[in-house]
């Protein structure tokens, strides 16, 4: 009987013990955050990246809802950075409205004669009034741009600016300025085309922002073929928009926003363009749909024109940056630059060492450069864009400043396909961001994970869904093989050589030069 006894109450202990340990502890742990397993992106060097105040990093989300917002939530989203002077702002605010004030009043000079003119000819262009709003998001956008990135976590123009982006009035449209250089002179014998093979337009507002309108050429579901060269593929308008809600996601912040839109190419182009060339290019299709196509004299035939349903046209449109007499910048060439041709090599493809040669050269001997150019090939990887092959940056910010990445339309092409030598800065300099590195292994967690974020992300834009399903999954495909890289980096190196702190201050002096460019 008292064995029995005996019995009974080990049990009973047994299956308390058990219970607490496996049920009640964990509840405890995950309600007072006490000292449990670590979160995934998190490492003895996390203590040197200047958290939020009260935040616990290894604390597990327990809400549900939002992915997307809990994402921008977490402490990595939420790093400090330095107080914000004049000359870590890339824009003056008096100067840019002087400037701007300026550019509205010739504007409204030289519409009144492109509207006397085209009078003369018998075309009716409509008088859209300009507004000139110190409060409009294209001018907040502007004026956020700093030394960091275009835009602060927590600036809300941006949103406004893809709202107007998606719905303002359009009062003017216009070949581009890189397109207006080619005169319509194209070498058909070039491998590379000039832009003018790409059919974009610069769109103007109605409260004088800008946007580069890219218009649809390719269904979502379509693939471009493999035997396809990366110069000669489409330019998607849907990438545009994925790489910068991408963008925007891994917290770079370095694409400009990208919003979707329906245009009526009728009444938003052809009848509101003061430009003679463009409208001679419009035509309509034998399905009675209003078409156009590139001035550029080898497409110049209806076979390579873009056509409305039978007006509307859904595309891209990309904000405009400040023009380069008030913001200058400079275009670099990658140093990871393809050969553009149909059977040559760069140096890059048959040298594994060749970052060696790259850190010895300036800027990428020092600073942030290299780091940046790492970011890049990262966005890029992600993406399954190869077409990089320069960049941009802002003088004002000297070496150290941040790069832009602009032109993304030829990524989210293959989702079948990881092209594994876009990651060739990383996979052969061994080197990343504290930061990238952190967001990456959180955004690779099943409660941010990344296919997830983007698709919430993307379903706000007009032209839902921006991206097929097998484009997102193939987002988490990249994510663990870019995260196995560096797995890879620090097993030979050690963390201490992989994973580096962020903004590492140049040992070289950047001194202003006249005209606003830095040496």
């Known amino acids: 009987m008292r064995r029995d006894r005996l019995l009974v109450a080990v049990t009973l202990v047994t299956l308390l013990a058990a219970d607490v340990h496996f049920i009640l502890l964990p509840r405890l742990r995950s309600w007072y955050h006490l000292p449990g397993e670590s979160c995934s992106c998190s490492?003895?060097?996390l203590e040197s990246v200047p958290w939020p105040a009260g935040r616990n990093m290894s604390a597990a989300p327990t809400e549900r809802g939002s992915k997307l917002e809990r994402l921008f939530r977490h402490p990595l989203y939420n790093i400090r950075l330095p107080e914000l002077g004049p000359e870590e702002r890339l824009l003056d605010e008096d100067e840019l409205k002087n400037y701007c004030k300026r550019k509205?009043?010739?504007?409204?000079?030289?519409?009144?004669?492109?509207?006397?003119?085209?009078?003369a000819s018998n075309i009716t262009i409509p008088d859209h009034p300009v507004t000139f709003d110190p409060e409009a998001s294209w001018l907040r956008f502007h004026l956020g741009i700093n030394r960091y990135g275009l835009y602060s976590r927590d600036d809300s123009s941006v949103d406004r600016l893809l709202r107007d982006m998606q719905t303002a009035t359009v009062i003017s449209a216009d070949f581009t300025q890189d397109e207006k250089a080619l005169k319509g002179a194209c070498d058909c014998s070039q491998v590379v085309k000039p832009s003018g093979l790409h059919l974009k337009l610069a769109m103007k507002l109605q409260d004088f922002g800008k946007a580069m309108f890219k218009p649809m050429r390719q269904e979502r579901h379509e693939e471009t073929p493999e035997n396809f060269f990366y110069f000669v593929d489409f330019q998607r308008h849907n990438a545009e928009i994925a790489a910068f809600h991408l963008d925007r996601v891994l917290d770079f912040r370095r694409v400009p926003p990208v919003a979707g839109r329906f245009v009526n190419v009728t009444g938003e182009i052809l009848y509101i363009t003061h430009n003679e060339e463009l409208r001679s290019?419009?035509?309509t299709s034998p399905a009675n749909n209003t078409c156009f196509f590139a001035k550029c004299l080898y497409v110049c035939k209806s076979e390579y024109a873009v056509c409305g349903h039978p007006d509307l046209l859904e595309g891209s449109m990309s904000a405009y940056l400040p023009g380069l007499s008030i913001a200058p910048r400079i275009s670099i060439p990658n140093p990871w630059i393809r050969a553009y041709s149909f059977t040559g090599r760069e140096e890059w493809e048959v040298n594994p060492l060749y970052c060696d040669n790259v850190k010895k050269l300036y800027p990428y001997n020092s600073g942030n450069r290299l780091l940046n150019i790492i970011?890049?090939?990262v966005f890029d990887f992600l993406t399954g864009n190869m077409d990089r092959h320069h960049y941009?940056?802002?003088t004002k910010f000297g070496d150290d400043g941040f790069l832009l990445h602009l032109d993304n339309a030829r990524g989210f092409g293959r989702h079948s396909h990881d092209e594994a030598s876009i990651l060739a800065?990383?996979?052969q300099c061994c080197t990343i961001k504290r930061s990238t590195l952190f967001r990456l292994k959180l955004l690779a967690r099943p409660e941010y994970r990344l296919s997830d974020v983007m698709r919430e992300s993307l379903s706000r834009d007009p032209l839902t869904p921006v991206l097929t399903e097998d484009h997102l999954q193939a987002l988490d495909r990249r994510l663990g093989q870019v995260l196995r890289t560096v797995g890879k980096c620090v097993k030979k190196l050690g963390e201490t050589q992989v994973v580096i702190t962020d903004f590492v201050e140049s040992p070289r002096v950047t001194t202003r030069h006249p005209g606003g460019s830095n040496r």
Do not use: G, Q
């Open 43 to 45: 490492n003895r060097s």
């Open 104 to 119: 509205v009043s010739r504007w409204e000079r030289l519409k009144k004669f492109y509207i006397e003119a085209a009078a």
């Open 281 to 283: 290019v419009f035509f």
């Open 375 to 377: 970011d890049m090939a």
């Open 392 to 394: 941009e940056i802002f």
């Open 425 to 427: 800065p990383l996979t």
